[in-house]
């Protein structure tokens, strides 16, 4: 029969309001356990502040990267714990390449194009969870999306300053453009938030079209802008399969959980 080690005595109360007052949570959680293995293995007294700020500093980065992952707007998940490398038709030396995150940092775009189920939001969407595993902040939108955020604010002419606020983030994921012609609000928004990131900031755009198509979806002037702006700082994927990843999940039934008989 195993012998269950008592938990650790809590911290005086005069400590656990001063660590409330300093606003160090994570210190407060792990100072019990802490203080204990320190006296039972006889730490110096700079390792026990070391492993106490460590928890305190790890803590507030998870937090930050909670806070980042809620504020971003990405799907739940669509990571790279469930991507596929080997089934995707994006070549490995390209998914490494793109996973450093150095284009991010370059201000350089990505344009993923191809047909309906060969992995496109998957990946960028992956990349958007990856980027913020990785320090940077991220905005997902559909163009749906970002032509409501333009509509809301063109009421009391906030428009500006709404996608001043979007183009902070480091990396702007728009998904699913070419799905259905373009709204004019939707042109437009697409057309000032590509302009607005241009050389600032990366914008990860996924589309069944090949950019260069987009006069398909919007008015002849606006798309030469778009793309011009878009294309002139990209690495552009063209993704193909012979099925889509959805209808090969489907007729598997890997779709699904099996029903409990």
Known sequence: MSVQT???????????????????????????????????????????????????????DRATIEIRRRASGLPAGKTFDAWDDGASSIGKPTQQALRTLEWVGRAENLCVCGPSGTGKSHWVQALGHHAIDHGHTVAWHTLESLAALLCRHRADDTAAKAISKLTRADLIIIDDVGLLPLTTDAAEALFRVVDAAYEKRSIALTSNIHPAGFDELMPKTLAAATVDRLLHHA????????????????TTGEGVRPLAS
């Open 6 to 60: 008592p938990p650790p005595p809590p911290l005086p109360d005069e400590l656990q309001e001063l660590l409330r007052r300093l606003r160090l949570p994570y210190i407060r959680a792990a100072a019990p356990e802490v203080i204990a293995t320190a006296a039972s293995q006889r730490w110096e007294p700079a390792e026990v502040l070391r492993v106490l700020l460590t928890e305190e500093a790890a803590g507030r």
């Open 235 to 250: 690495h552009i994927l063209l993704t193909d399969g012979p099925e889509s990843y959805r209808l090969t999940q489907a």
